[in-house]
């Protein structure tokens, strides 16, 4: 088994430590980004996350392309993958306390990597653009979740939010914006270093 491999089981396997998500509406993964990752539509907060059990074929890797806008009012697209070796993008949603409870590790995880290796992304699945984002802009400084955060569009149904059935769930992405794989479920600051660690190896 290769290292990339081997990352990727340990990625699926820190997905059945997780603490715990917040259900949604399940649908199909777009271009099979998530596979066989779908848990129970509901909204109280559920125990044990499901793991993706399939990985992305090496010869065709995933790619996805999106445009949203952060907080500030820029203009985000795919384009940003480019900017660090590793992203990670994580959906979560203003109702969801496991997706709460985890942002201020993912907060401190974005200020201790330098951008050029590792940028994190957030998504607001529940809150769209052109909506009133005060909750979203008083929940990221409450809990110093200080990295980009992008409003729900079209686009991003299209491309990202159409996958997730569950929130958080976070995604990973290369340098050349490959889908590296993702977890479904909320997670330790110590789980995600090493995860990000380990990823980082293989870029």
């Known amino acids: ?5 081997k990352v990727l089981l340990n990625l699926l396997v820190l997905s059945l430590l997780l603490l715990c998500g917040c259900g949604g509406k ?34 065709a890797p995933i790619f996805i392309t999106f445009e949203g806008t952060d907080l500030e009012g ?15 993008v994580n959906v979560w949603a203003t109702f969801c306390n496991p997706c ?22 957030g998504v607001v699945s529940d809150v769209r653009e052109g909506e009133d984002q005060s909750l979203v ?8 979740a200080d990295y ?16 997730v059935s569950g929130v958080p769930t976070t995604f990973f992405f290369d340098g050349e914006g490959a889908y590296l794989g993702g977890v479904v479920g909320s997670a330790e ?15």
């Open 189 to 203: 600051k110590s789980d995600w270093e090493e995860l990000i660690h380990e990823l980082l190896e293989e870029q």
């Open 100 to 121: 709460l409870r985890e942002m201020p590790g993912l907060g401190e995880l974005a200020a201790e990597y330098d951008p050029a290796e590792f940028q994190l992304i």
């Open 26 to 59: 399940n649908s199909e993964p777009p271009a099979e980004a998530i596979p066989d990752a779908e848990t129970p539509a509901q909204e109280e907060p559920t125990s044990g996350a499901q793991p993706s059990e399939e990985t992305p074929s090496e010869e």
């Open 74 to 88: 820029n203009t985000v697209s795919q384009d940003v993958f480019a900017q660090s070796k590793l992203t990670m």
């Open 148 to 163: 980009p955060h992008l409003l729900a569009n079209e686009s991003l149904d299209q491309a990202i939010l159409s996958s």
């Open 1 to 5: 088994m290769n290292k990339l491999r």
């Open 137 to 144: 802009e008083s929940l990221v400084q409450e809990t110093g």
